[in-house]
């Protein structure tokens, strides 16, 4: 009995390791031709999806995931890049608010408020991406977050018919974050169980928002 118990776990632990393995290579190969790190060579966008995440960490320092994709969303508007922002983040209690938080620092950093438009029901990168499609009748975008977001976020865009192009925000050094990059693994599995096993739908869609650019 503890000899069966023991093969069922060490294969349980094979298989969902290629299963993890699997995903996020998938999704890297399938993505790899459309990120960009250099502003020179982006192709112009009229649309930029910038994907939210928390300002602030719980010892109050800058979230420097948060600042960094803030940081190129400005240089992208700057530089002629983008004409028009869709902030997406969450929005789930009154206290925590990344689009609001989104808009106040592209703000700061020279972005005008006509050319920012927030998407408070981006709860998740899936939300986010389709919302953009559904909501902002966008299906042709410029994603911003770091590398390996743009990825994912690309990669839920192409099931969705959405033609998308990842600009890579700075990232943080694996010596100051290494669960991040280890979440991505779990994460990415979910995008493949969410969009092709579970056809999981936005928590939150309706009416359509017009973007005048």
Known sequence: MMKFFLYSFFLLFILSSISLIGCYLWVNVQTQNRLYADINAVPNQNVALLLGTVRRLRHGSINRYFQYRINAAVQLYHAGKIKHII????????????PLDMKKALMAGGVPVEAITLDYAGFRTLDSVVRCKEIFSQDKVMIISQAFHNERAIFISDYYGIEAIGFNAKDVPLSDDLKTPIREYFARLKAVLDLYLLKTQPKFLGEKVDILI
């Open 87 to 98: 902030a997406s983040g969450s929005n789930h209690t009154k206290s925590y608010n990344e």
